[in-house]
């Protein structure tokens, strides 16, 4: 079974920094691209960025450019969201996500609340 564990969340203020982790298991991690999800309380999940296997391109929502990377560490089977400039808005519950044999996995989530 696909196993996806976030961890790292937490209360920070605005302007702040966190990491947040996502240690995988029980499949070719390197083969798979991995997604960081976000969902605020009444809407709906998005997506906030994407890194291919190999870590060679990432993808970002445009509300996290230039604040947010996504990194991954192929030996370690994880991956990672490097979350800098936090506003109010980036308050969330945050998913690790991949999508394998056509079945999305998803990991428990990890809450990040930004509030002074």
């Known amino acids: 079974q696909v196993q996806l564990v976030e961890s790292g969340g937490g209360l920070v203020q605005p302007g702040g920094s966190l990491r947040l982790s996502c240690v995988a298991s029980r499949f070719t991690f390197s083969m798979y691209t991995m997604n960081w999800y976000r969902q605020a309380p009444g809407k709906e999940r998005e997506l906030v960025a994407s890194?291919?296997?190999?870590?060679?391109?990432?993808n970002y929502a445009d509300s996290v450019k230039g604040r947010f990377t996504i990194s991954r560490d192929n030996i370690k089977n994880t991956v990672y969201l490097h979350m800098n400039s936090l506003k109010p808005e980036d308050t969330a519950v945050y998913y690790c996500?991949?999508?394998?044999?056509?079945?999305?996995?998803w990991g428990q989530g990890t809450q990040v609340t930004v509030s002074s």
């Open positions: 890194i291919t296997g190999g870590g060679g391109s990432t």
């Open positions: 996500n991949a999508r394998i044999q056509a079945t999305m996995r």
